[in-house]
């Protein structure tokens, strides 16, 4: 027996006559036969059954059919049925059929999934059977994950076919979500070839903080297959694809405002431009809230407050500590005549500078005291 490929290259296998007649050789050596090519010489008219062993020519390798090249060079008897493709027999794996070759070789019937099939020899001589093998296709799809963005919107991912020898993978790839696309969306790969394909996020979802997931697949078959259309090992593959369409960054300035008094205006704004924002500033801020890039609060107590702006899902928060400044000021005496001089004395809270008009200018901020001479009521 030859054992052939696809292409036509011998493929190493084994097969075996377990119903051979008393006497015969079928094989040069022990059972089962193996190897790329076995000739029976001599074989008596009998019955025999050839068996082939599934797998043996590589687990990627299915039993199209069985031929004889002795075919072509014997006559058929007027009994004898029309061989198609020089076929003895062929299958999904076997066929059921009867096909006599007159004067030397009957086939059948075969039993449809079986792996061997009888034979009758009417004559005596030398026969030749060539077992031929079905290489099937292995698909492959790398990377299994991907991440894209409204910003970065496709990624690359190959298709490879890792199958027997001879085989062409015939694939084909599809979303489970409207807003992705495959190009191209199908396509054949020789065998250790590779295709690449190209997922792309096509628009039109809202912008999340949370990443939207999506699964592409990739389905194939073997084009070489027996039966055609077989699927290729490794069938289905997935892709999982993260796209993100985050909001914009929202950021509220200054982050920290610089300190301010009871009742001061602390003013802040949101960037970027262009964009719908809200902002509050709880407890006590006044205004409590407003919709303005740019605004400004006070508070009527102490502490640090904070504020927060919001634009769709994002947000961004600024800062400000509100202090209880406050000065006291005497003056003795408080009258005096023209000319006369009087100690003005003071002490603030929370001051970090001090200054006294008019007239006096910079002081101490926590307390101090100076002369003054006013020449009118002050």
């Known amino acids: 027996s030859t054992t052939t490929g696809a292409l036509g ?40 059954t050839l068996a082939s062993t599934l797998g043996s020519a590589g687990s990627l390798y299915t039993l199209k059919n069985v031929e004889s090249p002795q075919i072509a060079n014997k006559e058929k008897d007027s009994g004898a049925s029309a061989l198609a493709e020089n076929n003895i027999f062929s299958s999904d794996f076997w066929k059921t059929q009867l096909i006599k070759l007159a004067e030397a070789i009957t086939v059948g019937p075969c039993a449809i999934g079986s792996t061997d099939c009888p034979l009758y020899l009417a004559s005596a001589g030398n026969v030749i059977f060539n077992i031929i093998w079905d290489p099937l296709a292995t698909i492959n799809v790398s990377p299994a994950n991907i991440s894209i963005s409204d910003t ?13 020898a001879g085989s062409v993978l015939n694939w084909s790839a599809s979303s489970n979500v409207g807003w992705l696309s495959v190009t191209p969306a199908s396509g054949t790969v020789t065998q250790g070839g590779v295709s690449a394909a190209t997922v792309t996020y096509t628009g ?22 027996n039966p055609p259309g077989r699927i290729a090992a490794g ?4 892709v999982a694809v993260t796209l ?3 909001p914009p960054s929202l950021l509220c300035s200054p982050a920290v405002h610089p300190t301010v008094a009871i009742n001061q205006n602390a003013s802040f704004s949101a960037s970027p431009s262009g964009v719908s924002y809200s902002w509050s500033a709880p407890p006590d801020g006044n205004p409590a809230s407003g919709a303005a890039q740019n605004f400004s609060v006070k508070y009527p107590t102490a502490g640090t407050k904070t504020v927060s702006v919001a634009s769709g899902a994002a ?34 809270q929370n001051a970090n500078s001090c200054s006294i008009s008019p007239g006096v200018g910079p002081v101490n901020p926590v307390s101090s005291s100076t002369q003054v001479s006013p020449s009118s009521t002050t």
């Open 315 to 348: 947000s961004s928060s600024c800062s400000v500590n509100v202090i209880n400044l406050s000065c006291t000021f005497t003056a003795s005496p408080s009258t005096i005549l023209p000319l006369g001089q009087s100690t003005l004395s003071w002490r603030c």
């Open 244 to 246: 993100s369409v985050p």
């Open 204 to 225: 039109g979802l809202a912008q999340s903080a949370t990443p939207y997931p999506a699964t592409v697949a990739f389905t194939g078959t073997s084009q070489t297959s």
């Open 152 to 164: 970065s919107p496709s990624a690359a991912v190959s298709v490879r076919n890792n199958g027997a």
């Open 9 to 48: 290259y011998p493929i190493t296998s084994s097969w075996t006559f377990p119903t051979t007649p008393t006497g015969s050789t079928v094989c040069t050596g022990s059972l089962p036969c193996s190897g790329t090519s076995q000739i029976y010489p001599n074989q008596p008219v009998g019955n025999y």
């Open 235 to 238: 069938s289905p593959q997935s």
